[in-house]
């Protein structure tokens, strides 16, 4: 069941961003996906982490003309480094999850300029990395924490139906 | 000898460097290896097209029904009346809209004497590094890769990806684009290179043409993928410098990427016979 959720969550910030956002949206937005997968990384292990992360980077490399691999390489990362900083930090702090995420988000803007500067074919500007970069910092700082209390209260919505599931379900099956 | 902190940081060394290395062999091409970027647009694409479906009625709606309903709060039945008359409205102003565009790209495609083909624009690309669309037409419509994609207004751009149904077209303004050009005026020729924002940069024309603020740039037809004639935008800054023998030219595209909602992907290749040939 939580496999199903954080599927649909991934494909809904994939479809909304490419869709609604990209067509009207203010400009520098940061990807929407970014405190999604700090979410993943505070509250789920690897097995239940990385399908979805594979499959919303390659899904989103898909999508995007930039050089394939860097959104997937951002998400694997990123997971990794929120998992290893939260042996450190006490991520129930009202402080340090905004922090968290704010750098999920500046982590992932660096890696995708870096890619589109250095790395691809064509290389942008090294100057056009501050606009860009510091406007996607400045939507992640006050949206991304947002987003992430979005997706704990839908984690527990969804633990909340699957438990009165099982209840239902739990009489039937004592013989 | 090592202790474990050590080797954990030596695999993250070696894991960063092998994973840069891979994106660097990637950041090579613009598409994306064998089949996996057609899988992502196949799977994710109809979702797109059905979102922007609903989001396009919303806006109609919202532009045309509640902003004008509010205003007619004192009599409920005049309200309702005026609701119905207004959804009504909208609905034929929408098909007004859609007709003289649809006019207008017909009028367009007797101008191409290439087969062409109508597609609805379903997605853009996300980042603000890269610069692409999806659209609901592919392989099976006859849209293959490197098809060019064009509107009345000029050059869209050209088809990176295609799946059964969908395709991938990397626009004008990225950088990865270029269009063999010249300006209408005085025949200077040059490549137009997208620059990354909303312009282009119009590269190797030489210092000796005498080309002025305004211009039209026209594509050329020599690159074999546009076809002679279509517009590309109009020159809207030139540094000419004391050094080198070319002028630094800014070129401003006619087609407004931000509202694009239907191009037209040009299905067969340019005819690459020799002039008198048959």
């Given at each position: 069941m939580i496999y199903g959720y954080h599927l649909i969550v991934c494909l809904f910030l994939i479809i909304f961003q490419t869709t609604l956002l990209a067509g009207?949206?203010?400009?520098?937005?940061?990807?929407?996906?970014a405190p999604f997968v700090v979410y993943l990384g505070v509250h789920h292990s690897p097995r239940a982490a990385i399908p979805i992360l594979v499959l919303g980077g390659l899904a989103m490399d898909g999508i995007?003309?930039?050089?394939?691999?860097v959104y997937l390489t951002a998400y694997l990362w990123m997971y990794v480094g929120v998992r290893w900083a939260i042996q450190f930090l006490q991520v129930g702090n009202l402080i340090l999850l905004p922090l968290l995420v704010t750098g999920g988000v500046v982590f992932e803007s660096l890696v995708v300029a870096f890619s589109a500067v250095?790395?691809?074919?064509a290389p942008w500007p090294v100057e056009s990395m501050f606009p860009v970069v510091s406007g996607q910092v400045l939507w992640g700082a006050v949206t991304g924490p947002l987003l992430m209390l979005f997706f704990m209260r839908g984690q527990k919505a969804v633990d909340r139906a699957r438990k009165s599931l099982y209840a239902e379900k739990g009489p039937l099956r004592t013989p | 000898m090592f202790s474990k902190r050590m080797i954990l940081v030596a695999v993250v060394i070696v894991l960063v460097a092998v994973n840069v290395i891979l994106l660097t062999i990637t950041g090579k091409n613009s598409q994306a290896p064998s089949g996996l970027g057609r899988g992502v647009l196949v799977v994710v694409s109809p979702f797109q097209k059905q979102f922007t479906a609903f989001f396009h009625s919303v806006k109609g709606i919202w532009n045309q029904y509640f902003f004008l309903v509010?205003?007619?709060?004192?009599n409920q039945r005049l309200k309702k009346a005026l609701g119905q008359s207004l959804q009504q409205l909208n609905r034929c102003s929408e098909t007004e809209l859609a007709n003289d565009r649809l006019r207008h790209l017909l009028g367009f495609e007797e101008e191409i004497p290439r087969p062409m083909i109508a597609a609805q624009v379903v997605g853009k690309d996300p980042s603000d590094w890269s610069k692409t669309i999806i659209v609901d037409k592919g392989t099976a419509d006859g849209v293959r890769q490197g098809a060019p994609v064009v509107i009345p207004e000029g050059i869209v751009g050209v088809v990176v990806e295609a799946s059964g149904r969908y395709a991938k077209v990397l626009l004008l303004?990225?950088?990865?684009s270029a269009v063999d050009a010249?300006?209408?005026?005085?025949?200077a020729r040059g490549i137009v290179k997208g620059g990354g924002a909303d312009y282009c940069v119009f590269d190797?024309?030489?210092?000796?043409h005498e080309i002025s603020v305004g211009d039209m740039v026209v594509s050329?037809?020599?690159?074999?993928v546009f076809p002679k004639g279509l517009r590309v935008g109009r020159i809207s800054e030139i540094v000419r410098q004391n050094?080198?023998?070319f002028q630094k030219v800014s070129v401003t595209p006619y087609?407004?990427?931000?509202?694009?909602?239907e191009v037209f992907v040009i299905t067969e290749p340019a005819d690459e016979g020799l002039p008198g040939e048959s």
């Open positions: 009207g949206g203010p400009a520098h937005l940061y990807d929407l996906l995007s003309g930039g050089v394939f691999g250095v790395l691809a074919s | 509010s205003s007619a709060k004192e303004t990225d950088p990865n010249l300006v209408q005026h005085t025949r190797y024309v030489l210092r000796k050329s037809g020599l690159d074999g050094a080198g023998i087609v407004d990427f931000d509202i694009l909602e």
